[in-house]
Structures are given as C-alpha cells and as structure tokens.
C-alpha cells in the first residue's frame, strides 16, 4: 500500500509564502514523476508543477517564477515553495506521484488527500 501524506497548507495574506511538502510512504520500489495540483471551487484540477526523477521540472505559466518545487530521493519528499502569493492561488492543493511498487511492470498514478490553501486578499 502507497500513502502521500500532504503537510503545509493555511491561511495566508497576499504576498506571503506557503511550503507544501509530500511524503510517500509503503510499498515503493521507485518514483517517476512527482508533481502539485490544484482545484479552486467550480475549477477543474489543474498541474501547478512537476519534477522527474532527474530533477526535470515543469511549472505551469500561472506560478513560473512565484513556485518552486524540489525533491529528496532518499525522503521520498517532495515539495512545494510558493512566493508572492495571490489570492487566486486559494484552492486545494494535491500532491501526485508515479509510483513503481516493484522493480518490474508499469507505474501507477497515487494521490495525496489534498491540503487547503487559502490567500486573503
């Protein structure tokens, strides 16, 4: 069984900063892609980031040069720092991984539960 477990999500004013992290934890033999998504009310989820296992990253426009996302191999972490805050960044933020369960096969999409962000204006 995989779990991502999402931390460090809050109330903040416009302007200030949020660190989200992930972390994966089970059955994992390795992980591909990690990336953030979000979902504000009446939106669909949308890709904020994502890095490859080689550090590779992928912002989308709407956050590149506000966020930065970073990982640990060895933690199997994964984070997510966000500057500048807006109050459109208010939404729901998920973390995600592909995650291999053994050394052979295919990986498969996991998901964290999700944690509220929310940037008063």
């Known amino acids: 069984q995989v779990q991502l477990v999402e931390s460090g999500g809050g109330l903040v004013q416009s302007g200030g900063s949020l660190r989200l992290s992930c972390a994966a934890s089970?059955?994992?033999?390795?992980?591909?892609?990690m990336g953030w998504h979000r979902q504000a009310p009446g939106n669909e989820r949308e890709l904020v980031a994502s890095?490859?296992?080689?550090?590779?990253?992928y912002y989308a426009d709407s956050v590149k040069g506000q966020f930065t996302i970073s990982r640990d191999n060895a933690k199997k972490t994964c984070d997510l720092q966000m500057n500048s805050l807006k109050p459109e960044d208010t939404a729901v933020y998920y973390c995600?991984?592909?995650?291999?369960?053994?050394?052979?096969?295919?990986?498969?999409?996991?998901w964290g539960q999700g944690t509220q962000v929310t940037v008063s204006s």
């Open positions: 089970g059955r994992i033999s390795s992980i591909n892609v």
């Open positions: 995600n991984a592909y995650i291999m369960t053994t050394p052979w096969g295919a990986s498969a999409p996991y």
């Open positions: 890095i490859s296992s080689d550090d590779t990253t």
